[in-house]
Each structure stands twice: as structure tokens, then as C-alpha cells.
């Protein structure tokens, strides 16, 4: 079983910055090859795919609404992985997931196994 708790959600002005954190503990974590990234959910909507990287972090992917503005990294000793968002919009605004899965990672049709709680991100106009 992984745990996965994020951090550094919270209220910013549109074209402001946030960095998410997802710290990932568990039995798993240190022996397995992980891919590791991030949804959002808005109030009344569905949760939407965001961001995920490889375990080597060579690859990466991106939703189309979040390319260019934000960046997904990870630091495999520290089993975390961030989310850097920039120049950041009113419809940003949502509970941020963060998602860890075992295998490849082979596009944005991502279905990890392994869900966190979520972290509030609140952009205001």
C-alpha cells in the first residue's frame, strides 16, 4: 500500500505561483518503479488528469489547459514529487490530487491505483 500526502495548497492572485508537494510513504515505495502525478477536481466537475512523470523522470505529460504554465518534477530520494504552477487563472482553481501508480507511464490516459486526500488551490481574479 503507498500513502500519499500533499502540501503547499492555498489562496493565491490570478498570475501568481503555487508549488504542490506529494510525499510518498509505504511498504512499496523504496523497491518499486513508480509513476507519480497530479489531478483536480473543481466543484460540480469531474476529476481531470493534470500532470505525471516517469519514474526516471524522463518523461512527462501534461493536460493541454496546464502546458507551458505548469511543470511536474520529482526527487526519487526523497520518494516526492512537485508541481509548479505559474501564471496561474481563476479556473485553476480546484482540490489538487496527487497519484502514484506502478508501471509505465504512457500518456495522459493515466488510471493510478494510488490516490492522496487533495489540497486546496484557490486562484482569485
Known amino acids: 500500500q503507498v500513502q500519499l500526502v500533499e502540501s503547499g495548497g492555498g489562496m493565491v492572485q490570478a498570475g501568481g505561483s503555487v508549488r504542490l508537494s506529494c510525499a510518498a510513504s509505504?511498504?512499496?515505495?523504496?523497491?518499486?518503479?513508480?509513476?507519480m502525478g497530479w489531478f483536480r477536481q473543481a466543484p460540480g466537475k469531474e476529476r481531470d488528469f493534470v500532470a505525471a512523470?516517469?519514474?526516471?523522470?524522463?518523461?512527462?505529460f501534461y493536460a493541454d489547459s496546464v502546458k507551458g504554465r505548469f511543470s511536474v518534477s520529482r526527487d526519487n530520494a526523497k520518494n516526492t514529487v512537485y508541481l509548479q504552477m505559474n501564471t496561474l487563472k481563476p479556473e485553476d482553481t480546484a482540490v489538487y490530487y496527487c497519484?502514484?501508480?506502478?508501471?509505465?507511464?504512457?500518456?495522459?490516459?493515466?488510471?493510478?491505483?494510488?490516490w492522496g486526500q487533495g489540497t486546496q488551490v484557490t486562484v482569485s481574479s
Open positions: 512523470i516517469s519514474w526516471t523522470g524522463t518523461t512527462t
Open positions: 497519484a502514484a501508480s506502478l508501471g509505465a507511464l504512457y500518456g495522459t490516459n493515466w488510471y493510478p491505483a494510488n
Open positions: 509505504g511498504r512499496t515505495v523504496s523497491s518499486s518503479a513508480m509513476a
